[in-house]
């Protein structure tokens, strides 16, 4: 197939990151999506657990809130939200964390709390909720936004969780024994951090996509690896797996509702 | 024991101005009948701690009722901005706000802390992440068997914790079902507390013996309002209204849009106009 777009390469090539062996901690939106097509095509098996508490998840539509009841109804299991944290990530259960963010560096830093100082902040970002303690618990991150120069920065104004640090073995040095971010999935490309030096690389490129377009896209210059190959287009089943349930999720989310009408 | 009052009787006794206070629960039963009470009873200068402050405290925020704010995540799940909350930051409308900004990990940790009558909490948290240099409540403690150096935070613990649940007996004793967050905790830290439910019956008889049930020598006032966590969701009864989590998107933008609903559906509404929300439905979750 080559009729789709990058934000359904991008959901299909996160998606084919993941499998049957995963326990994965699921950030809302383009994270959930990924995650959900995954157990939806190749990895039925996958663990997937939200942080309010639901483990072993298998929803039906993509949740609007990392917290919809369709989440609990499907779960295998639900636990209070210290638990969660405390025995489940914490404890070192997770091998794997699916993370988005407004903004991120070369070493796969992000932020999603402020843009501009904190104390008078230019925009105020929903902060880092779980992200800090899932950036250093999970056995490794993955993380998936589109490539645009507003979010993939030279400098961060704020760090809200550590990917690579300042490069190198920073995670090491801070006594963290987890990987780390080991790819970054976007609209255009799939990048992953440089074996020594963290920084993060251009290791696949997205079908149609050029050199020149990922460059004009990043806010820092991008290096891409020595041997680069094309990811593969998604299949009819991935396209269809994923517009299904995009299509379920959009009927499901738009109630009757109004504003003025509710409480 | 708890006493079973009125929701207005209930928010009158317990929520004094200035009050450090935590309205809880993770996406699931949020209170948002009792948050409307207070705002009609013009409770002002009030410490809000919650972990997502969600549209409740967008609300307590944007007419102006809240000093200060700890939270851990501000944002309308998968919907974008609390526009509220931002103003209040980034243009200090209605007053400024200040902010006492943790990680979810932490913020579990300080409420399961203040419930098991600690001073602080710790976890392996905040490594390599910036808020320990703009919070001055995130400090380090070092582990006296094995040296490793944690992160440590002040425990919560409310003037008053408000949480919405499933429903009561006529005794005050609760029980909580679904995702559960960390209402247990909020209330066990509080020196009082509120819970508002969706029924209240002769026997409560709890599905499980490990069912979350909040005693009523652990609570202070039951109030029933059905439908009182609407437009987030009680498991069982209805659903999250996900349209108007969406809807308010563009009621939060604009201050006088924003102004005018919490007059026509918060000042001039009461509590019993929850019950409307409550409308079992083969659906619900």
Known sequence: ???????????????????????CFVGIGAPSAACNIARLTHAPDITLIYESGTVGTKPDVLPLSIGDGELCDTALF????????????????????????AQIDRFANLNTTVVGPY????????????????????????????????GFVEKLPFVTSMGHGEGGDHRERLGMKTKGPTRVITDLCILEPDPETKELTVVSIHHGVTRDKIVENCGWAIKFADAVIETPVPSETELAVLRDINARTKKAHQGTETGKEAA | MARILSLAEAVAENVKDGDTIAMEGFTHLIPYAAGHEVIRQGRKDLFLVRMTPDILYDQLIGVGAA??????WGGNPGVGSLHRFRDAVENQWPRPLEIEEHSHAAMANAYEAGAANLPFAMLRGYIGADLPKVNPNIKTVTCPFTGEVL?????????????HAQRADRKGN?????????????????????????????????PSPNSVVLPTWAVTAVAHVPGGAFPSYAHGYYPRSNAFYIAWDEIARDREAFTAWIKENVLDARPEDFARHAVKSAKAA
């Open chain 1, 119 to 150: 104390d008078h902040p230019k925009v105020r970002l929903p902060g880092g909720g779980g992200a800090p303690e899932i950036a250093s618990n999970c056995g490794r991150i993955f993380i998936t936004m589109a490539l645009s120069k507003r």
């Open chain 2, 151 to 163: 992160a440590a935070v002040p425990a919560i613990r409310p003037d008053v914790t408000i949480i």
């Open chain 1, 1 to 23: 197939m080559t009729d789709f777009t990058p934000t359904e390469m991008m959901t299909i090539a996160a998606s084919r990151e993941l499998s049957n062996d995963d326990v």
């Open chain 2, 174 to 206: 609760v029980l909580l079902e679904g995702i559960v967050g960390v209402q247990k905790e909020a209330v066990l830290a509080a020196r009082r507390s509120i819970v508002t439910v969706e029924e209240i019956v002769d026997e409560l008889v709890p």
């Open chain 2, 67 to 72: 000093r200060s704010m700890k939270f851990s």
């Open chain 1, 78 to 101: 639900t636990v209070s939200v210290p638990e969660m944290f405390r025995y489940w990530l914490q404890g070192g259960r997770i091998t794997t964390g699916f993370l988005g963010g």
